[in-house]
């Protein structure tokens, strides 16, 4: 139990001190005024047993606030923290009959139940398991920085508190859409140790961060995401395809020579305001678009700013957060996006051109190419400025053999989806009733 638990801060170290999560925790240290309070309060106490209890005390936070949305035994567990996490694991939960999944809940006003005060209470009085967990903190806290400690603090009491839900519970299974996050890696770790069968649902392309695969079942894209897996070490369990949300369309490159176009610009998490604004005036004065579609990150960090920045606002429309990626991306005719955003494979199989940028986040240099689609030929080279940008070479790019070259990302991609839905459905089916014998006996 003890090596899946080093295994998990492993990984958590290792996702976590990667430039990107490194940038995007800058980010919203600098706009955040309680994110920057907390950071600034630990740097102060420097190395001090004070500054290895404020991070002590974030990971009891996870262990306090982590309950299940329902009591029942011997039903799968779902992990997804994030929105776009939500979605994936949501699929999951519609092939199996109704009722019959808990989901975490991580919900600070449920600390506050009756439940969790006689868990924490109980909890007071093993002080020699607080005392080994807090030296591993601090010693943690001494090596690495704010974020990495906080987050592999996190993760290493979310695995205790995994520990004892998925054993109360009898879980049949855990499902997660995230191989890189504290929760899902502590509770897919955990379920590891006391042998409960794992399932993982990508939602997004493997990054850098992201660690081998090492589940009962995975459910990928499509054969290029397998093979991005397998260079990061040997892959273990069942692998199936099941394909992007949304139908396939056929490209058409020739929306990019349209005279007044509708041109979508989906941002990334993080907005860079000057840079941001700048491509709305030059996409305006360049392009003499019908109409630009603002599309924010389901898991954007900070609110909108555009009608405060954009002087204006004619013509500029922010699309609701309810629409789906398709349903926005069916009204334009060409979509700019960040190179780094997994939001392109979603764009590109509804037929719609897309133009990348550069510069577009907060993400370093060193993590260009996030995804490796450019390098693919998914995508053609960002650019820095659309002003230089020959529509008519773009078209070019998206036509010939672009169609296979993308088929690789998308096993459903002009394939009867609703057969590799039903083959996920019954591996996933097969996953948990083998679990379920197993602990019915």
């Not at 995804?371 to 002003?387: A, D, E, H, M």
Request: charged residues 20%; aromatic residues 8%; hydrophobic residues 40%.
């Amino acid at each position: 139990m003890k090596i899946q638990l080093l295994k998990t801060i492993r990984e958590v170290i290792q996702a976590d001190s990667d430039p990107v999560r490194q940038a995007l925790f800058d980010h919203l240290r600098r706009s955040n005024r309680i994110v920057r309070f907390v950071y600034g309060t630990h740097r102060i106490l420097g190395g001090s047993f004070l500054s290895a209890a404020l991070v002590f005390l974030f990971g009891v936070k996870s262990y306090a606030t982590a309950d299940t949305s329902l009591d029942e035994p011997h039903l799968p567990l779902i992990i997804a923290i994030h929105k776009n996490a939500r979605q994936q694991t949501r699929k999951i939960a519609s092939w199996l009959e109704p009722n019959q999944v808990a989901c975490l809940q991580l919900d600070l006003a449920g600390v506050l139940r009756r439940s969790t005060l006689l868990r924490l209470a109980k909890g007071c009085f093993r002080i020699g398991d607080w005392r080994r967990v807090y030296r591993l903190v601090d010693r943690l806290n001494r090596r690495y920085d704010f974020l990495v400690s906080c987050r592999t603090a996190s993760a290493i009491f979310c695995y205790v508190r995994a520990i004892e839900i998925l054993k109360q519970h009898e879980s049949s299974g855990v499902i997660v859409s995230s191989d890189s996050n504290p929760e899902p890696l502590a509770f897919t770790r955990a379920a590891e140790a006391i042998e409960i069968p794992t399932i993982f649902m990508s939602h997004a392309y493997p990054t850098p961060v992201s660690p081998p695969l090492r589940f009962t079942l995975s459910i990928l894209e499509g054969q290029a995401a397998l093979q991005q897996y397998q260079l990061k070490g040997p892959v273990q369990g069942d692998v199936i395809f099941c394909g992007a949300e949304g139908a396939s369309k056929t490209m058409e490159a020739h929306r990019l020579l349209n005279k007044r176009p509708v041109i979508g610009i989906f941002a990334s998490k993080v907005v860079c305001w000057p840079q941001f604004i700048r491509l709305v005036e030059d996409c305006r004065n360049h392009f003499n678009p019908s109409k630009i579609l603002i599309r924010w990150h389901p898991n954007m960090l900070g609110r909108s700013e555009l009608s405060s920045k954009l002087s204006d606002t004619n013509n500029v429309v922010e699309t609701a957060s309810s629409l789906s990626l398709q349903d926005v991306t069916r009204e334009c005719d060409w979509v700019i996006t960040d190179e780094n955003s997994n939001v392109n494979l979603g764009v590109l199989k509804t037929g719609v051109p897309v133009l990348p940028m550069k510069e577009f986040s907060v993400l370093p240099e060193s993590r260009a190419d996030l995804y490796g689609f450019v390098k693919s030929s998914i995508l053609p080279k960002p650019v820095k400025n659309v002003r230089v940008v020959s529509l008519e070479q773009l078209a070019e790019f998206y036509s010939d053999d672009w169609t296979q070259r993308f088929g690789s990302y998308d096993a459903s991609y002009f394939q009867p989806a609703e057969e590799l839905s039903i083959q996920a459905r019954d591996a996933i089916g097969r996953v948990l009733w083998s679990s379920e014998a197993r602990t019915s006996k």
